[in-house]
């Protein structure tokens, strides 16, 4: 069964930092390539970040570029979002999806609070 | 930046009515078009890729369609476990971008 866990969220200050983890399970993470999308309270859908099966590949979307880093370990696994210079806009449940380049898989979202 | 924009953005209909959700494109997205269904409270879950492709597990009373701009969400017998706020995601090109969504609810 195809699994993604994110982890690291949290309540952090503006202007600091976070790093949000996505363990996976189930598949062959190094065939994949991978993404990030967020969900502020109450409202829609916005896509992140997405990297490609290597690593070597990535993509951000204009209100994070710059700012945001996505990364992954493929020994481990393991999918990352580094979040330098937060904002309170940036205030979202986090999800890591498996990038087919359909999302076909979604882990359960980790929530990041931006307040002072 | 490809804009996408949903109609109705709240939808209410009864249980068995045939129910379509439409998605317009800002432009030519080459029918790479993915339908998301979110249910209250959980993860977002893949229904339709690629304008018509039903995802594995998915009922098959959901369909898509369409071309060029405009793509269309069809479920052809509502049932009670429907309920909940459908996306649209465009994939032709970078930045990917999602429509603002449907809510559909029971009347």
């Known amino acids: 069964e195809v699994q993604l866990v994110e982890s690291g969220g949290g309540l952090v200050q503006p202007g600091r930092s976070l790093k949000l983890s996505c363990a996976a399970s189930?598949?062959?993470?190094?065939?994949?390539?991978m993404a990030w999308v967020r969900q502020a309270p109450t409202k829609g859908l916005e896509w992140v970040a997405s990297?490609?099966?290597?690593?070597?590949?990535?993509h951000y979307g204009d209100s994070v570029k710059g700012r945001f880093t996505i990364s992954r370990d493929n020994a481990k696994s393991t999918l990352y979002l580094q979040m330098d210079s937060l904002r309170s806009e940036d205030t979202a449940t986090y999800y890591c999806?498996?990038?087919?380049?359909?999302?076909?898989?979604w882990g359960q979202g980790a929530s990041v609070t931006v307040s002072s | 930046d490809i804009q996408m924009t949903q109609s109705p953005s709240f939808l209410s209909a009864s249980v068995g009515e045939r129910v379509t959700l439409s998605c317009r494109a800002s432009?030519?997205?080459?029918?790479?078009l993915d339908w998301y269904q979110q249910k209250l409270g959980e993860a977002p879950k893949l229904l339709i890729y690629?304008?018509?492709n039903l995802h594995t597990g998915i009922p098959s009373r959901f369909s898509g369609s369409g071309s060029g701009t405009d793509y269309t969400l069809t479920i052809s017998s509502l049932q009670p476990e429907d309920v909940a706020t459908y996306f649209c995601?465009?994939?032709?090109?970078?930045?990917?971008?999602f429509g603002s969504g449907t809510k559909l609810e029971i009347k």
């Open positions: 999806a498996r990038h087919q380049p359909e999302m076909d898989a």
């Open positions: 189930g598949f062959t993470f190094s065939d994949y390539n």
């Open positions: 990297i490609s099966y290597g690593g070597s590949n990535t």
């Open positions: 432009q030519n997205i080459n029918k790479y």
């Open positions: 690629n304008t018509n």
């Open positions: 995601l465009q994939r032709n090109s970078w930045p990917l971008t």
